[in-house]
């Protein structure tokens, strides 16, 4: 076994606070977002083409689905916490894709991770790491600019939910 030394990288996380309820957030975070459905990953050697057309419905706004979810707030209540929390695990196959391709370490930052917690009955954090700190120590240009890029994808998939969730402004 060889052990490389290890490479100390700066990560910017993100928390942004949201004026509106819990609730309504989670509905509306979770109708924008696509879903994946990994019975798609069957036809990935043996009919690609297909399996890209199905990830391509599986969308949702910014190009991205979610993977999978944990309700953190109902694991709290082992303790006696009543709170409410949700972690997102969420991206997109193809775009990880990208990434990966050029270096394939990207892998272990992609599909994102994102915790959406109440704060009080009208105002949620989200939280994150951001992907473009996460994968940017892999100094490759092409990595970097898809990373970017989630940046910006995550930034505004968070403040369409919070504006759907305010409801129409008169």
């Given at each position: 076994?060889?052990?490389?030394?290890?490479n100390?990288i700066?990560?910017?996380?993100?928390?942004?606070?949201?004026?509106?309820?819990?609730?309504?957030?989670?509905?509306?975070?979770?109708?924008i977002?696509?879903?994946?459905d990994?019975?798609?990953?069957?036809?990935?050697?043996?009919?690609?083409?297909?399996?890209d057309e199905?990830?391509?419905?599986?969308?949702g706004?910014?190009?991205?689905?979610?993977?999978?979810?944990?309700?953190?707030?109902?694991?709290l209540?082992?303790?006696?916490?009543?709170?409410?929390?949700m972690?997102?695990?969420?991206g997109?196959?193809?775009?990880a894709?990208?990434?990966?391709?050029h270096?394939?370490?990207?892998?272990l930052?992609?599909p994102?991770?994102?915790?959406?917690?109440e704060?009080?009955?009208?105002?949620?954090r989200?939280?994150?790491?951001?992907?473009?700190?996460?994968?940017?120590?892999?100094?490759?240009?092409?990595?970097?600019e898809?990373?970017?890029?989630?940046?910006?994808?995550?930034?505004?998939?968070?403040?369409?939910?919070?504006?759907l969730?305010?409801g129409?402004?008169?």
């Amino acid at each position: 076994m060889k052990r490389l030394p290890p490479n100390y990288i700066s990560i910017a996380h993100e928390t942004i606070e949201l004026g509106v309820a819990y609730d309504p957030f989670i509905k509306n975070f979770e109708q924008i977002l696509g879903r994946f459905d990994p019975a798609v990953t069957t036809t990935f050697a043996s009919d690609p083409q297909q399996a890209d057309e199905a990830m391509k419905r599986m969308e949702g706004e910014q190009n991205l689905m979610i993977f999978s979810s944990q309700d953190h707030g109902t694991l709290l209540l082992l303790v006696g916490q009543k709170r409410k929390a949700m972690r997102y695990i969420l991206g997109n196959p193809r775009v990880a894709m990208q990434m990966t391709q050029h270096d394939i370490r990207a892998g272990l930052y992609v599909p994102l991770s994102v915790l959406i917690y109440e704060v009080d009955e009208n105002a949620v954090r989200a939280e994150f790491d951001r992907p473009s700190s996460l994968l940017g120590q892999f100094n490759d240009p092409k990595v970097t600019e898809v990373a970017t890029g989630l940046d910006v994808k995550l930034a505004k998939v968070i403040e369409k939910a919070a504006q759907l969730s305010r409801g129409p402004t008169p």
